[in-house]
């Protein structure tokens, strides 16, 4: 299967920016759609950005314009560009890779972002 690490969390200030990586253990090249979900304390996790193995992107309402989400095949990277960040994007973020044709979805063990006011 496929394992998740994510890496590139933090502190920042609000309007600075920060860059998630998640490096795949296996090949994600072909197989999986990628993308960034995240948990603040106290709500559901939620859907940030998706990248499809074509490339194609979907990003929630409240990121677009602010976060880029890009995969690496190559390199079997996933990244999240995050620019003017504010308090409300603090939360744990969360790398999954999925085949929704079949149902496997795998999780990241998801790192800590917070933005300070």
């Known amino acids: 299967q496929v394992q998740l690490v994510e890496f590139g969390g933090g502190l920042v200030q609000a309007g600075g920016s920060l860059r998630l990586s998640c490096a795949a253990s296996?090949?994600?090249?072909?197989?999986?759609?990628m993308g960034w979900y995240r948990q603040a304390p106290g709500k559901q996790r939620e859907l940030v950005a998706t990248?499809?193995?074509?490339?194609?992107?979907n990003y929630a309402d409240s990121v677009k314009g602010r976060f880029t989400i890009s995969r690496d095949n190559a390199k079997n990277m996933v990244y999240l560009e995050m620019n003017s960040l504010k308090p409300e994007d603090t939360a744990v973020y969360y790398c999954?890779?999925?085949?929704?044709?079949?149902?496997?979805?795998?999780w990241g063990q998801g790192t800590q972002v917070t933005v300070s006011s």
């Open positions: 296996g090949s994600v090249s072909s197989l999986f759609d």
């Open positions: 990248v499809t193995k074509i490339h194609n992107t």
């Open positions: 999954n890779a999925q085949v929704p044709s079949t149902g496997f979805s795998a």
